[in-house]
């Protein structure tokens, strides 16, 4: 599994639409798409800020870490 993405629950809580937290992140609605569904490879730090700054949240709220199974 890895590091999973929790965008679309903050925006959510946030009552705010994709359309809105791209605009005021200042990224296409592709790139908030794949970063949103778990497909990017990476993220940069200024582009973590500005969502961490546009939801009123940490880090911590977007990103989770969970465990790969040792089984698979």
Request: glycine content about 6%; hydrophobic content about 45%.
């Amino acid at each position: 599994m890895g590091i999973i993405i929790h965008i679309d629950v903050m925006l959510a809580k946030r009552k705010m639409s994709v359309t809105e937290l791209a605009e005021k992140v200042g990224i296409t609605m592709a790139n908030l798409s794949i970063l949103k569904n778990g497909k990017a490879k990476a993220i940069r730090l200024s582009t973590l800020e500005a969502i961490c700054k546009a939801l009123d949240c940490q880090p911590g709220d977007i990103l989770e870490y969970v465990k790969e199974d040792e089984t698979s």
